[in-house]
């Protein structure tokens, strides 16, 4: 059972690049969303999903894209890279239920590094 | 908005005692859950336990419990019988069972288990 399976696990960019980070989960999940962690300030939500076809921003939004095609996937994308954005990413399924009990089920992370 | 506080940046604690890990949280939500995630070294996220704001009773799942004081507005994790392998960074999160789509982090606190 793969889970959430996010790919790559380390990148390094320059300024202006772009890039595209990968996740699929194989859980059925409604629910994808993507969050940066960055030292002192916890897990930010940049982007979620309840479905194929919905997305929505969340509280770090800028600079960053998502699609939501099919239900196993749903890619990050940085238009052009900026060392602010310098981060480890991850990505995180789960049930969409109205109780908001679903924990969430997280990729393994990867490290973006912006030079 | 809902806020998450964790104010222990960092705790040793000794091989085989017990630690209670400090969360608070501030929601006007009438319903809610509440989440506890831990982080080893290797980065991955683990889901611990889970409290729903309506259930009556503290969850326990194994070696943990939380201590879920709805009046203080506080959901402590407590790990019981500490082993070298809970050293790691531990997370504290809330959802909203309405507007459910976000699941929002505290800054975690860094525990260190000392043989």
């Known amino acids: 059972n793969a889970g959430v399976t996010q790919t790559p696990k380390f990148q390094v960019l320059k300024t202006g690049q772009s890039m595209t980070l990968q996740c699929a989960q194989d859980?059925?999940?409604?629910?994808m969303s993507w969050y940066r962690q960055d030292p002192g300030m916890g897990l930010r939500l940049i982007h979620y999903?309840?479905?194929?076809?919905?997305?929505d921003q969340g509280e770090v939004p800028n600079g960053y894209n998502v699609s939501r095609s099919t239900t196993e996937d749903f890619p990050l994308r940085l238009l052009s890279a900026a060392p602010s954005q310098t981060s480890v990413y991850f990505c995180?399924?789960?049930?969409?239920?109205?109780?908001?009990?679903?924990?969430?089920?997280f990729g393994n992370g990867t490290r973006l590094t912006v030079t | 908005a809902q806020k998450i506080t964790q104010t222990q940046p960092g705790m040793f604690v000794q091989e085989k005692e017990a630690v209670t890990l400090d969360c608070t949280y501030d929601?006007?939500?009438?319903?809610?859950?509440l989440f506890w995630y831990k982080q080893p070294s290797s980065g991955e996220m683990i889901f611990l336990i889970y409290?729903?704001?309506?259930?009556?009773q503290n969850a326990t799942e194994g070696r943990y419990s939380l201590n879920f004081q709805k009046a203080r507005k506080s959901a402590n994790l407590v790990i019981s019988a500490s082993q070298l392998g809970d050293s790691a960074m531990y997370f504290c999160?809330?959802?909203?069972?309405?507007?459910?789509?976000?699941?929002?982090f505290g800054t975690g606190t860094r525990l260190t288990i000392i043989p």
């Open positions: 995180a399924s789960r049930f969409f239920l109205t109780g908001g009990e679903s924990p969430l089920h």
């Open positions: 859980m059925n999940h409604e629910y």
């Open positions: 999903s309840v479905g194929a076809g919905i997305t």
């Open positions: 929601t006007s939500d009438p319903s809610y859950g």
């Open positions: 409290q729903g704001s309506y259930d009556q």
């Open positions: 999160a809330m959802s909203s069972y309405f507007g459910n789509e976000k699941l929002t």
